[in-house]
């Protein structure tokens, strides 16, 4: 408790020193949608993000090899009762995505080298990850992706294929996409996910207009896109166990998301202290094959119908 009461104090006193505090109403809708996240407002949320990173108090509980803290979920707990009337880093929607679901994915599922690689430059908030996960025809049947990584003969891989419905993929740098590497296999198996680089060759990234004139959402267009086994996260072609781990974290970080950054009482604020909260609930069981339904993470029925690979120019081999 020593320890704890000692922390809270040099939280506070920092906060105070190098943030600015919060206004009594929340800036704008809590999901940030809406919100024009231009290349200068994209540029001072980094930086805040960054600061935050060097002063200690980005990455509370991820490890320290990661570029994190090292601490327990108490002491993000105390972060986040401490920064709650202060100004944090907000990338929206999408920043929910990338480090409520994304970071807690990939540490579950990725390689330590891989790790050391991707994880500080988040936190730091040099690179934020999007999810390319839904397809026009693989909403709630997410295991029937379609979307096809194929390995050649030098090591390297060619993703081809689309997304849709990306919360925030046009300021993402990167995004977690789930492919097909083995159309032998049953549809569950055979999937892979890969870390894709937004700008990369062969990567195309177009907002969704809603009727609300908003274009919060984006749609993703892959034209033999080069990726390498670097950007391999967890094991070839067992994607639907890392699959099953990201659903579970769509879902348990359901809550904060719909009430904002910051807001409701007892949660972490802003993305430095978002990941991991302490869940109620467990990581998925082997064999539990939880599902999205169209526009939410709760889970929804499952298709046993597998179409097969795709055909035509665009899927050839």
């Given at each position: ?13 920092w906060?105070a020193?190098?943030t ?19 290349p200068?407002?994209?540029a ?14 980005a990455?509370?509980?991820?490890p320290e090899?990661y570029?994190?803290q ?16 202060y ?7 999408m920043g929910?995505?990338?480090f409520d679901?994304?970071i ?9 080298e ?7 430059a988040i ?6 990850y ?7 025809d693989?909403?709630s049947d997410?295991?029937?992706?379609r979307?096809r ?13 689309s ?21 032998d296999?049953?549809?569950?198996r055979?999937l ?12 195309t ?5 809603q009727?609300?004139?908003?274009a ?12 390498t086994?670097?950007d391999?996260?967890g094991?070839v072609?067992?994607?639907?166990k890392v ?15 719909r009430?904002?950054p ?10 430095a202290?978002r990941w991991p909260?302490?869940w109620?609930?467990?990581?998925p069981?082997?064999?539990v094959?939880?599902?999205?339904r169209?526009?939410t993470?709760?889970?929804?029925p499952t298709?046993?119908t597998w ?11």
């Amino acid at each position: 408790m020593t320890d704890l009461n000692a922390y809270r104090a040099r939280v506070g006193e920092w906060l105070a020193a190098n943030t600015e505090p919060r206004a009594e109403a929340r800036r704008g809708d809590p999901l940030g949608l809406g919100r024009e996240f231009t290349p200068d407002v994209l540029a001072a949320e980094r930086a805040l993000q960054r600061k935050l990173h060097e002063a200690g108090y980005a990455g509370i509980t991820v490890p320290e090899e990661y570029g994190g803290q090292g601490l327990t979920p108490a002491h993000q707990q105390v972060f986040g009762e401490e920064a709650r009337p202060y100004v944090l880093p907000d990338f929206g929607l999408m920043g929910h995505v990338c480090f409520d679901v994304c970071i807690p994915t990939m540490l579950a599922h990725a390689s330590p080298e891989f790790l050391a690689r991707r994880i500080p430059a988040i936190l730091s908030g040099d690179d934020l990850y999007a999810e390319y996960f839904s397809e026009p025809d693989a909403g709630s049947d997410l295991a029937g992706v379609r979307t096809r990584a194929v390995r050649r003969d030098d090591g390297t891989w060619l993703l081809s294929g689309s997304k849709t419905w990306t919360s925030g993929g046009h300021y993402a740098d990167y995004g977690m996409c789930l492919a097909r590497t083995d159309w032998d296999q049953p549809k569950h198996r055979g999937l892979t996910w890969f870390a894709v680089p937004a700008t990369a060759p062969g990567v195309t990234v177009r907002r969704i207009k809603q009727i609300t004139g908003d274009a919060d959402f984006c749609e993703e267009f892959f034209d033999d896109v080069v990726l390498t086994d670097d950007d391999v996260i967890g094991t070839v072609g067992e994607g639907w166990k890392v699959t099953q781990t990201m659903l579970f974290y769509e879902r348990a970080a359901a809550p904060a998301v719909r009430s904002g950054p910051a807001t409701s009482p007892g949660q972490p604020a802003g993305a430095a202290a978002r990941w991991p909260r302490t869940w109620s609930g467990s990581p998925p069981k082997p064999g539990v094959t939880p599902t999205r339904r169209s526009g939410t993470s709760s889970p929804g029925p499952t298709s046993t119908t597998w179409p097969g690979p795709p055909s035509g120019p665009a899927w050839a081999s």
